[in-house]
């Protein structure tokens, strides 16, 4: 049988790949992706490694009005469980709660692990991870910018119950979507060469 042909090679999507970066959720602005951008974009984040195809991962949007509502609510959250903070510091955390859907789009990533699944939970972590990247770099291709964050709102019981995280469920990722104001500058890389282990020569 006559193998199929190989794929061929897409510099651009290369090129894309080595040159994307995060850009923070302050520095992103109008435009963002529109209803039919954002339901391709959720698809293709969907488009990853899934041993059992358990789908240990769900979606939530937050667009529009709903980003200022959220927002002021995880503000109040935010000091109605920190009491013990000094008030100064206290409240300078519940703004930045208050301000934490900047970007004109964000999607929490949910994972939620099978626990009846002989597949261990680490691997269905991890899956939901990729549906991370895969947003990330979908937004990109898109010629959208985004990063990826967690912090208070992605881990307090408080703020999973304002974002509708239920029982046995995690954050993997607050994903906040956008244009950057400005061109990002790119920031030192990890040496791969040093990282790498061989156990065959590289090709030449």
Same mark, same amino acid.
């Given at each position: 049988?006559t ?20 850009? &923070? ?8 992706p529109?209803?039919?951008q954002t339901?391709? /974009? *959720?698809?293709i =984040? @969907?488009r990853?490694?899934d ?7 769900r ?6 009005a ?5 927002g ?13 903070m ?11 709660m208050g ?6 789009l ?10 009846s699944? &002989? ?10 991870g990729a549906?991370?990247?895969? /947003? *990330?770099?979908? =937004? @990109? ?12 709102a ?8 304002i ?7 995690r ?6 979507i956008?244009?950057a ?5 790119d920031r ?17």
């Open positions: 049988m193998p199929p042909p190989r794929r061929p090679s897409t510099p651009e999507a290369l090129a894309l790949l080595e040159t994307r970066r995060s850009v &923070a959720a302050a520095g992103l602005h109008a435009p963002g529109d209803a039919d339901r391709r /974009l *959720l698809a =984040a @969907a990853v490694p041993h059992a195809m358990l789908v240990p991962w979606f939530i949007v937050i667009s529009g709903a980003r200022g509502e959220i002021a609510r995880l503000s109040q959250a935010y000091r109605e469980n920190n009491t013990h000094p008030e100064e510091k206290r409240e300078k955390f519940a703004a930045i301000r934490l859907f900047p970007a004109p964000a999607v929490v990533v949910v994972s939620r692990p099978v626990e699944s &002989a597949i261990p939970a680490f691997e269905q972590e991890l899956s939901a549906v991370c990247m895969n /947003l *990330l770099t979908g =937004a @990109a291709a898109m010629g959208f910018d985004g990063i990826w964050v967690t912090g208070w992605a881990t307090h019981k408080a703020a999973l119950a974002l509708g995280v239920g029982e046995g469920e954050v993997a990722g607050i994903l906040h956008g244009t104001k400005e061109a990002p500058a030192p890389r990890p040496d791969v060469a040093a990282l790498t282990t061989h156990w065959s020569p590289p090709e030449a």
